[in-house]
């Protein structure tokens, strides 16, 4: 099998997924993905495509992620994650979309308006 590579995208972080076949090592930024992702919930939400689809142990996935914090590259990935195992096998398809990890989750952070503090707080009003 050739690499198939995806890119997922979480608020301001990247991901760009190259999928081999393997023996299920995931290696992020040149480490390893338990030690990039240290909370034991982000290395789930990592894991979830793979565990949904029954390959957790068939590839090997080289990942390089930038941006963003790490919540929203851990998301990032389950994102590619799920895109290249559509790539490889169509038939994953409905699963992955029913666990809804197919869905790039638009909301991005609202920009700072000019005269305000944040995006939408204001200052206190004063009448007089």
């Known amino acids: 099998m050739e690499v198939i590579n995806a890119l997922g995208r979480r608020k301001s972080a990247i991901a760009r997924v190259y999928v081999s ?64 195992l559509v790539k490889i096998d169509e038939e994953n398809k409905p699963t992955l979309k029913a666990n809804k990890f197919l869905t790039r989750d638009p909301r991005e952070v609202e920009r700072k308006k000019p005269g305000r503090p944040k995006a939408r707080k204001r200052f206190q009003f004063s009448k007089r």
């Open 21 to 84: 076949t393997g023996k299920g090592q995931i290696t992020v930024n040149d480490k390893n993905y338990k030690d990039y992702f240290t909370i034991q919930q982000l290395q789930y939400i990592v894991e979830q495509p793979l565990r949904v689809s029954d390959a957790i142990d068939k590839f090997d996935i080289q990942v390089n992620l930038q941006g963003g914090g790490i919540k929203g590259q851990a998301e990032a990935l389950r994102l590619a994650i799920s895109r290249a």
